[in-house]
C-alpha cells in the first residue's frame, strides 16, 4: 500500500499537465481574421513575410515553453528544427530571427503596439479586444 501512494505522490507532483489553450494574436490592424496551421508554418518558418495587403509580418515567439510547443505542434514543427532555421537565416543574412518574448504580458503590448505583428500567448491571457486572436490551439 506504501507503494500505491508513492506513485500517485509522484504522479500528482512531477506529471506535467499542459491544458492550457494557445491564442495566436495578431496586431487589430492587420488584414486576416483566421489562418491555418499551413499559412501559420510559413509565417514562422520566415517563408511569408508580407500579410496580403503588403504589411510586413513582424514575428514574436514566446520562451515559454510549453506554449512554444504547442503552436510547433500545431504546425508540424519541432522547436529545435525552427530555432536552425532561424538562426540559418540570420547567419546568411536572408532573414531576421523572430524577437523571443519573455511572458503572456509582454507579448500582448509588442503584439497591440506593432503594425503587422504576430505572436501566441495562453489563450486565457487574453482579456479584451485590443487585438486580433486568429487561432486557437487546443
Known amino acids: 500500500m506504501k507503494y500505491f501512494y508513492y506513485v500517485l505522490f509522484l504522479m500528482t507532483f512531477f506529471v506535467p499537465i499542459n491544458y492550457a489553450q494557445v491564442a495566436v494574436i495578431v496586431n487589430k490592424s492587420t488584414p486576416v481574421s483566421k489562418?491555418?496551421?499551413?499559412?501559420?508554418?510559413?509565417?514562422?518558418?520566415l517563408n511569408n513575410t508580407k500579410w496580403s495587403?503588403?504589411?510586413?509580418?513582424?514575428?514574436y515567439y514566446n520562451k515559454e515553453q510549453s506554449i512554444c510547443q504547442k503552436l510547433c505542434d500545431f504546425i508540424g514543427v519541432d522547436i529545435i528544427s525552427?530555432?536552425?532555421?532561424?538562426?540559418?537565416?540570420?547567419?546568411?543574412?536572408?532573414?531576421?530571427a523572430p524577437e523571443a518574448v519573455d511572458d503572456d504580458a509582454k507579448m500582448i503590448?509588442?503584439?497591440?503596439?506593432?503594425?503587422?505583428?504576430?505572436?501566441?500567448?495562453?489563450?486565457?491571457?487574453?482579456?479584451?479586444?485590443?487585438?486580433k486572436v486568429i487561432a486557437t490551439i487546443e
Do not use: F
Not at 35 to 45: R, V
Not at 53 to 59: M, S
Open 82 to 96: 525552427l530555432r536552425k532555421r532561424w538562426m540559418k537565416l540570420q547567419l546568411s543574412g536572408e532573414g531576421k
Open 109 to 131: 503590448k509588442k503584439v497591440t503596439s506593432t503594425l503587422g505583428a504576430i505572436g501566441y500567448v495562453k489563450a486565457s491571457a487574453v482579456k479584451d479586444n485590443s487585438l
Open 53 to 59: 495587403d503588403g504589411t510586413k509580418i513582424i514575428v
Open 35 to 45: 489562418i491555418t496551421a499551413g499559412s501559420l508554418e510559413q509565417i514562422y518558418n
